[in-house]
């Protein structure tokens, strides 16, 4: 914008005509004319009283205007003045906004390297079950073969039955069947020591277990990183 338009920008905001502008800044009508066309250009003095008049200062002036019209205006103190600051603020917030950018390119490269050393993991895994606790002296097979010899039929009116039926429900209230899954492989099974006795887990089966590395996510901040170091180059460079 140059200073003649923003001078009637001011002017036609506040709902002035010119004689009455020129009047309040106490300057001719017809200078206020070629101030406002870019045929000319106040003095320190008469840029004071248009600043008064029109209630502006110096760095909204130096804020508005771009070009030679901002060149010509830093013959006044107060404009550049007031230019030198906005430049000085400028570069603050550049420098800033490259900072930033550095700071997200370094944490961006630091997370695509971790990313880049990311290795899955495959490994088997081994289920175990066991349907019971075992009492002391009792087979390992012990459950096995109380399935194989349960039946129905066993009744209390013969003695040798009876204690077969007693023997079964014992064993049943000590059932509890219960699974381990390790990457430890026991061919013929493990024994674990529990209260009451001990359990033996025999192998049922198997599977192949493929555990991805957690370095994997920090390619989600590494791309967020990068994305934001370009948007801070990008802002510190249209800043300028």
């Not at 009637?8 to 206020?32: C, D, F, M, V």
């Not at 570069?91 to 490259?98: E, K, V």
Request: charged share 25%; glycine share 8%.
């Amino acid at each position: 914008m140059s200073f003649g338009a923003f001078l009637k920008a001011r002017r036609e905001a506040l709902g002035w005509t010119q004689p009455e502008a020129a009047a309040k800044a106490r300057i001719e009508q017809s200078y206020l004319s070629k101030l406002e066309t870019g045929k000319s250009f106040p003095s320190e003095e008469v840029f004071e009283r248009l600043a008064e008049a029109y209630g502006f200062d110096a760095e909204t002036v130096a804020g508005s205007l771009s070009g030679d019209d901002l060149t010509a205006l830093r013959e006044i103190g107060q404009v550049r003045a007031a230019v030198l600051t906005l430049k000085a603020q400028a570069t603050r917030l550049t420098r800033g906004w490259l900072a930033a950018g550095l700071g997200c390119l370094m944490l961006g490269g630091a997370s695509l390297g971790l990313h880049a050393l990311a290795e899955d993991e495959e490994y088997t895994v081994y289920h175990y079950t066991s349907p019971g606790v075992l009492a002391p002296g009792e087979d390992l097979n012990a459950y096995a073969v109380l399935q194989a010899s349960l039946r129905p039929d066993l009744g209390e009116d013969r003695p040798q039955e009876a204690a077969v039926r007693a023997l079964q429900v014992a064993m049943m209230e000590r059932a509890d069947p219960q699974t381990r899954v390790t990457r430890d492989m026991h061919a013929n099974g493990f024994l674990e020591q529990v209260e009451g006795g001990r359990r033996f887990f025999e192998p049922v089966d198997s599977e192949l277990v493929t555990e991805r590395s957690p370095l994997r996510w920090f390619l989600a901040p590494a791309v967020m990183f990068l994305l934001g170091a370009l948007g801070c180059f990008f802002i510190s460079f249209r800043w300028k």
